[in-house]
């Protein structure tokens, strides 16, 4: 998993961003709720203490996305449905 | 490590199933995977006193928070329907607090005689020829494996005990409601306020509501329930309770003290929560109230009859799916019925409109209710507004 740091320098608000090629996970805004895993149809979310990670089965539905309440879960960077700039 | 019976999960269901559990002879240990039982709370934090005196569960200051006389269900254009806390349905009583209420069932727990440990993980099961035999645990970096007779999951909503063991508990869309809460305060009380638990219905909060659940006398649990299937975008339950919040001109001043996030499930009962060594309880199991999304009073009952299931069980050495049976049987007679019925009327009350919302509790605050049900609700809507009542006909 590729781990990079937007805080600054990008003109975009995002903060610590991990990247499973799937999905991508802010860190800094992610409440570890498990709202994400509980709704994952395939179980592909697994909830660690300070990182919820996402696994080879995640098929890209974006329940995840929607679910979250503080907007923590998108696309990565390039796919159609991705926020990221 | 050799237990009879592994509990995932220290929330109500798992403390009660624990609790039970021991104080009928089983050896019993309870993990939870946070560093604090209670804590963070994902709870809106209003419950009944129905359930507690039959789950020995005794009143008790340190976790109430306060007690309100009744609810009030607010609708679109602002009509009032109060009911009285008699009358009312899961989610008025007392508002806890859910940290110290958590601890105390565990506390509970640990006097029926249940070891229990903290910041221990479940990473995974053991098996052996199909049954469930124990679980793999992660504690403060050590790996152990605990066997055990049954292995019950009380992992709450984000449940991964149920489908590892292969237990359907995936859910649609239209059956999840995304939830968001800030506890505020220097709320600017009404006339009210602090004395009712309150619901608002209609399309500010498109398939649920938001609640407001007083804490003390300007302090309160301001929260939104979403069905999933109606957000579209992301970060959208934030847009519907900040413009909600903004409405409500005694939130003008109000400060936040905390933030919850969460999901529940609004879903119809599961199929099967039991398999050869294992058994799921609370929201694990979707036993979460549909109508409501409250959880605590059926996590707590039907722990409560897996507890003894299992006390049973180490009484006559019998651990079998048989026996296990004994708890689907029980939780079924207990809650089924009503989890079904309370499905069956919110997939309703998601077609109806603002309008709807502002005829039925207008006409509900009109008549006033001397005994609250859904049969009872349907009468009156049928008296006063016949249209209406063709959405619920396949309900009365």
């Not at chain 2, 494996?145 to 359907?168: C, H, L, M, P, T």
Request: hydrophobic share 40%; net charge neutral.
């Amino acid at each position: 998993m590729a781990t990079s740091s937007t805080a600054s320098g990008r003109g975009h608000t995002q903060g610590i961003i991990a990247d499973s090629g799937k999905m991508v996970l802010d860190i800094s805004l992610c409440m570890h709720c498990g709202a994400c895993v509980g709704t994952c149809p395939t179980n592909s979310i697994f909830m660690h203490e300070t990182l919820n990670t996402f696994d080879d089965n995640c098929t890209q539905c974006g329940l995840c996305a929607r679910v979250c309440a503080v907007g923590a879960i998108d696309f990565p960077r390039g796919h159609r449905l991705s926020r990221q700039r | 490590m050799d237990y009879d019976v592994v509990v995932i999960g220290a929330g109500p269901a798992g403390s009660l199933t624990s609790k039970y559990a021991a104080r009928g002879g089983a050896r019993v240990l309870m993990i939870e995977k946070r560093q604090e039982i209670g804590s963070p709370v994902r709870c809106g934090e209003g419950i009944t006193h129905h359930f507690l005196e039959g789950c020995d569960i005794p009143l008790d200051r340190r976790w109430m928070a306060l007690q309100v006389s009744g609810a009030k269900i607010v609708s679109p254009d602002g009509h009032v329907f109060k009911i009285d806390e008699r009358h009312a349905g899961n989610e008025v009583g007392v508002v806890v607090e859910r940290d110290i209420f958590d601890k105390t069932l565990a506390k509970h727990a640990a006097q029926a005689g249940a070891d229990i440990w903290v910041k221990a993980t479940a990473t995974g099961l053991l098996r052996d020829d199909g049954k469930v035999t124990g679980v793999r645990v992660e504690r403060l970096g050590e790996k152990l494996d605990v066997n055990a007779k049954v292995v019950v999951g009380a992992d709450g909503y984000e449940s991964q005990v149920g489908r590892w063991a292969g237990i359907k508990t995936i859910l649609k869309s239209e059956d999840v409601t995304g939830c968001l809460q800030y506890r505020l305060t220097n709320i600017q009380p009404d006339e009210d306020f602090s004395h009712y638990c309150e619901f608002y219905l209609g399309s500010g909060a498109p398939g649920g509501y938001v609640w407001v659940f007083p804490k003390d006398e300007c302090t309160a649990n301001v929260g939104i329930g979403l069905s999933l299937d109606r957000l579209k975008d992301r970060a959208e339950l934030k847009k519907y309770l900040d413009r909600w919040i903004a409405k409500d001109p005694r939130m003008r001043k109000a400060q936040y003290l905390d933030m919850v996030t969460g999901a529940v499930s609004t879903c119809a009962p599961i199929d099967e929560t039991v398999r050869p060594g294992i058994a799921l309880v609370g929201d694990a199991a979707r036993m979460i109230d549909p109508i409501t999304g409250g959880g605590i009073a059926n996590a707590c009952r039907a722990g409560k009859v897996l507890g003894e299931t299992l006390g049973e069980a180490s009484q006559s050495g019998d651990w079998s799916l048989d026996q296990l049976m004994k708890y689907e049987k029980g939780w079924r007679a207990l809650l089924e019925e009503g989890l079904y019925r309370n499905w069956m009327a919110k997939n309703k009350l998601m077609t109806l409109t603002d309008e709807d919302f502002d005829q039925i509790i207008g006409t509900l605050a009109e008549v006033g209710l001397e005994k609250l049900s859904v049969h009872r609700i349907l009468q009156v809507i049928k008296e006063k507004h016949p249209k209406l009542v063709d959405k619920f006909v396949d309900l009365i």
